[in-house]
């Protein structure tokens, strides 16, 4: 069973930056593929990053293309989520996910773990 648990999140002035860190129990980390999901108030979950198991490759959603990074270290079980030039629309909790798959998937269903959730909240 993998279990995740996200940390990092807080409140940050527009323009700011945070790191989102998600670590994963298990031995198997390297057989998931890894994504951030993020649900704002009254909105649906949506797709934020993700990255293949062995962090060759990384989708990220447009609207934070350029501002957002994935990363992940096999060795510690854990992926990142370096957010930079943050805007008060990033506001909502951010989920991390895993999934037994190679490739870096951009639909929720595909993954099959997920975190509790961490606030994350840009003021103006």
């Known amino acids: 069973q993998v279990q995740l648990v996200e940390s990092g999140g807080g409140l940050v002035q527009a323009g700011g930056s945070l790191r989102l860190s998600c670590a994963s129990s298990?031995?198997?980390?390297?057989?998931?593929?890894m994504g951030w999901f993020r649900q704002a108030p009254g909105k649906e979950r949506e797709f934020v990053a993700a990255?293949?198991?062995?962090?060759?490759?990384?989708r990220y959603a447009e609207s934070v293309k350029g501002r957002f990074t994935i990363s992940r270290d096999n060795a510690k079980n854990t992926v990142y989520l370096q957010m930079n030039s943050l805007k008060p629309e990033d506001t909502a909790v951010y989920y991390c996910?895993?999934?037994?798959?190679?490739?870096?998937?951009?639909?929720?269903?595909?993954?099959?773990?997920w975190g509790q959730g961490t606030q994350v909240t840009v003021s103006s």
């Open positions: 990255i293949s198991w062995t962090g060759g490759t990384a």
């Open positions: 298990g031995r198997t980390f390297t057989t998931y593929a």
């Open positions: 996910a895993a999934g037994k798959m190679a490739v870096a998937t951009t639909t929720a269903s595909r993954y099959d773990h």
